[in-house]
């Protein structure tokens, strides 16, 4: 017996034919609606929102879904439900304009990860920030290793801004290059200058089976560079 196969409910599901008229109609509708939306939220990117907004931005396109595809969400429900999130959106922008601690415990703060050529290390930890994901933003900015770095920002949007120093002041840091930065040892065997893989912190070594780091106290090095930044 050969399959008989429902290309009816395959496309349409349990629905009609007409039903596919109306959701066409429901998604345009909402379109309208989420572009109204986002031009009250103001003309900030997408890559300048705050966490907060984000959250804000995905609440109105969850609003917007239901209605789309299900016949017993009527239209009004995403109109309320936009409404009162625009209002509690620009209510909330309202007070953090006007407190500064409001807009703190909302937006965040603004944090240093480097302070000339060095890791913050508290705020580090605090941002949950992998190594690998940090280096790879800093190598956007043709960064080879930390000493050419005199502070580094994240923002409360999640970007990430570098300050330089002048190719003059440039000093020996950690490298920041994947086949330089994997060359990882404990056991110092020629005295040179090396930069603690953990902080950052730079020192003159002499040969030892350990050297630990007089910022940090760990004992893993990588050999530090001075190269110029390419611009």
Partial sequence: MLLQIDWT???IGEE?????????????????????????????GVGQLSVFELVVII????????????????MLVPVVIFTIVV???RLTTYFTAKSSEFDNLVEGKAVYLIREGEFSIGNFSKEGLAYDEFFSELRQYSISHLGQVETA?????????VYFYPDEKVRYGLPILP???EKTIVRI?????????FCGNVEQLEPADICRCKRCNREAWVKAIDTKRVK
Avoid: H, N, Q
């Fill in 9 to 11: 409910k395959v496309l």
């Fill in 16 to 44: 009609d034919w007409p039903f596919l008229l109306e959701i066409a109609v429901r998604t345009f509708a909402m379109y309208i609606i989420i572009l109204i939306g986002l031009r009250l939220l103001g003309k900030r």
């Fill in 59 to 74: 609440s109105l396109g969850s609003a917007a879904g239901d209605p789309m595809f299900y016949r017993e969400v009527g």
């Fill in 87 to 89: 209002c509690s959106y």
């Fill in 153 to 161: 920002i994240i923002e409360t949007s999640g970007a990430i801004s």
């Fill in 179 to 181: 086949d330089l930065f």
């Fill in 189 to 197: 065997t020629k005295a040179d200058v090396y930069a603690c893989s």
